[in-house]
């Protein structure tokens, strides 16, 4: 298929090469079978606005960011914008006169968003027929949605042009069933863990928090979208991540998070922010603790060496501590043992963590002074579940 030829003849083409020729002043609806919807605005056959789609709110500050503004928005014009059905046109202008943003900056961030918009009207019309409404105003009318004098009319056709090339180069590897505004996640993080390397691993744990979608993570990452999605569809293709949908930011002055490894909500009640100790000499072990705990809405303290583990732990002071038994020079038992010596830490309970399930195991880490017991591969329901009940009852 030729994506290039294909799109020269969209609807969305026709509708702009039209209110070109007629001169209209306006605005143009668009909506996919999918009920996503986008606004074009024209003055005169020009257009000068664009705005809609799935992640309006996400696009919006995604572009602020992009372009150097996002923090010089101030709550009070906010405030007064939303009278404004173009609100966020009214505080382009507002930087605009205040001198805080120069024309080419907003220029280039009217553009920018156009030209996203038009990237995701073209997959939806590949996908099926959109709908368009021409609604025919007077200027006006646009004066009264936010749209004062245009800051700049936006070259529609050079919009395209760069959309049908995105949109080429996007079916060109193989992402045509994929939306750039979906999210990637882990599927499996301890199959990922053995998969890739250490340092793809962590990346991809801290990166990847189902908060962002590619392109938040393109723009914060200051990645080439079209290669970033590639990148990850490897993992998508052998089941170690895929792409969900997440939903658009709460209102129009919810910033994008940044990429730091946050907790997520879970079943889980946390009322507070405990430090949970992993200590196991296997980095794939720890690292799959640490995205359990970390996305549960703990703090985590990863220990590799028994033999540093004591100074560690009374300096950090956890609130809980999963061991490894089968550790070199210091086995778990034995550290165990130091722990329940020290003063500092004997109240501290701890989670033997092993392979072996033999009753002698048990009875070994019980009289080491352990207060669980867990089989490996570890599982997230009994390792939170573990941290949640360990202090009202025993785990063995």
Partial sequence: MNFNDNFSQSNLTQQLIAIENQKSTGKLEVESTNQERWIIYFLRGRMIWVHGGCHAYR???????????LDQIHSEDIEESEQFECWNYYLLSILLNRDIASREQIKQLIFSQATEAFFDITQQEHKSN??????????????????????????????SRQAREGWSDWCRQGLQNWSPNLSPRVVDPQRLAQEVPTIVYENFIRVLDNQHSLRDLSVLMNQDLCKFTYSLSIYVHKGLLEFITIADLQNKNTPL?????????SKYTVKSQPLI???????????????????????????????EAIPQLITHHPDLIFLDIGMPIMNGYELCAKIQQTSKLKEIPVVILTSNDAFVDRVQAKTAGASGFLNKPIKTEEILKAVQTLSSSSLF
């Fill in 257 to 265: 998070s940044p990429i730091i490894a946050q907790s997520q909500k």
């Fill in 130 to 159: 959109n709908k368009y409404v021409i609604y025919q105003k007077s200027a006006d009318f646009l004066l009264a949605s936010g749209l004062q004098v245009p800051i700049t009319f936006v070259d529609f056709k050079e919009c």
């Fill in 59 to 69: 696009s919006w500050q995604r572009h602020l960011k992009k372009h150097g503004l």
């Fill in 277 to 307: 100790a992993c200590i196991d000499d296997s980095p794939q072990v720890r690292h799959m603790m640490k995205y359990i705990l970390t996305k549960a809405g703990y703090n985590f303290l990863g220990i590799e060496n028994a033999i």
